[in-house]
């Protein structure tokens, strides 16, 4: 079930839990060997970077209709 424009249901709502716990745990991940290996996980960045993710995707869905477009239009 896909919600419609301006509109989002309980199916974009979980998607977007779930991309915000993969989108901040690869953010963070990437961050981590970039630095200074594992052991510099900085739990802050995690969960700046889930909400980011997370806040984006509904967004997203918020702003498009059943068939993905932007506005309703294109």
Do not use: E
């Not at 424009?5 to 779930?18: A, E, I, P, S, V």
């Amino acid at each position: 079930m896909t919600s419609n424009f301006l509109d989002l249901n309980k199916n974009d709502l979980l998607k977007g839990l779930l991309m915000a716990i993969i989108g901040g745990a690869l953010f963070t991940l990437q961050q981590a060997f970039n630095d200074c290996g594992i052991a510099c996980i900085s739990w802050v960045t995690m969960l700046n970077a889930s909400l980011a993710s997370g806040v984006a995707y509904l967004i997203k869905n918020y702003f498009t209709d059943h068939n993905g477009k932007l506005g309703g239009k294109f």
